[in-house]
């Protein structure tokens, strides 16, 4: 069902993007934006796990120097049915991890210097299994497809408002013209950006209990996520510094914090929904 439900939005979205290359170049647009679309997907599949990584700076951690946590990676990819992934760490103090790489063979989870500070080993545990559940349910992929177009809708909207504004042939389009370029030019990136939320909060609940179904302790999950967005209200400012937007929905929780108007267009759902979940599934197993 989440398979279905994504595959529809992320054709929703490149509709979009297509809607809006349609507007600013007609046909000949609608193509343009087509190739454009299909080169920015083959940039974001081959080389987006590189380039999150190196904007944290993380490296790769050797077996010698972490044991106990590639044992643990290993253990879990092996729940999971998957090779075990590369491990790395970013050298910064925000408690966080995240998962890329574009397939479970080409796999990376990333822990951060903050989290194996805070969080025992039985939570970390529960923290890793939430990431290869994304890994196994290859939504590192998508959420980095979902974010090149949501990119360049945004891009191409911006193109058509200004390009009506200051080029436009004014007995073509008129006020009407300017207007419809003026909607298109707000309308269009909330378009993109409500879509690749969806994306990502029904992807967030799947790997959570994924994630749990993995470690076979719903409860772990929970307690670290308890732990994680104590963390993100408390390191608020922190993380202004240290965290990259772009690669914020990445994270296992959202360390950006806001307004109201921000959590409501969070990519992440509520944790205390998520933690919510978990406890409704430990219940059923019996571990509550």
């Given at each position: 069902?989440?398979?279905?439900?994504?595959?529809?939005?992320?054709?929703?979205?490149?509709?979009l993007f297509l809607v809006v290359g349609k507007i600013l170049g007609g046909q000949t647009g609608m193509v343009i934006a087509f190739i454009f679309a299909m080169a920015m997907n083959f940039f974001?599949?081959?080389?987006?796990?590189?380039?999150?990584?190196?904007?944290?700076?993380?490296?790769?951690i050797s077996?010698?120097?972490?044991?106990?946590?590639?044992?643990?990676?290993a253990e879990l990819a092996r729940n999971a049915g998957i090779p075990k992934p590369k491990v790395y760490l970013a050298p910064i103090d925000i408690p966080n991890a995240f998962a890329t790489g574009r397939d479970p063979k080409h796999a990376v989870v990333?822990?951060?210097?903050?989290?194996l500070n805070i969080l025992s080993p039985e939570e970390l545990r529960g923290v890793l299994a939430h990431e290869i559940a994304h890994i196994k349910n290859r939504d590192i992929l998508i959420s980095s497809i979902a974010a090149t177009i949501g990119g360049a809708v945004s891009m191409l909207a911006e193109m058509a408002f200004w390009s009506n504004l200051f080029g436009g042939d004014e007995e073509d389009n008129?006020?009407?013209?300017?207007?419809?370029?003026?909607?298109?030019?707000?309308?269009?990136?909330?378009?993109?950006?409500?879509?690749?939320?969806?994306?990502s909060r029904s992807r967030e609940y799947a790997a959570d209990a994924t994630g749990a179904e993995i470690c076979r302790c719903p409860l772990s999950l929970a307690k670290a996520l308890e732990k994680l967005e104590m963390a993100a209200q408390q390191?608020?400012?922190?993380?202004?510094?240290?965290?990259?937007?772009?690669?914020?929905?990445?994270?296992?929780?959202n360390p950006l914090r806001g307004s109201a108007i921000a959590a409501l267009f969070s990519t992440h759902p509520p944790t205390e929904e998520r933690i919510r979940r978990l406890y409704e599934m430990a219940r059923k197993m019996g571990q509550v």
């Open positions: 069902m989440h398979t279905i439900k994504t595959v529809l939005l992320l054709g929703v979205l490149t509709g974001a599949y081959w080389f987006s796990d590189k380039l999150a990584l190196k904007m944290y700076g993380a490296r790769e077996y010698e120097e972490a044991p106990w946590l590639h044992d643990m990676v990333a822990v951060t210097s903050g989290i008129g006020i009407g013209g300017l207007i419809g370029s003026l909607l298109l030019f707000i309308l269009a990136p909330i378009s993109a950006m409500l879509i690749q939320m969806a994306i390191l608020a400012p922190v993380a202004q510094r240290e965290v990259n937007p772009g690669t914020a929905h990445m994270m296992i929780v």
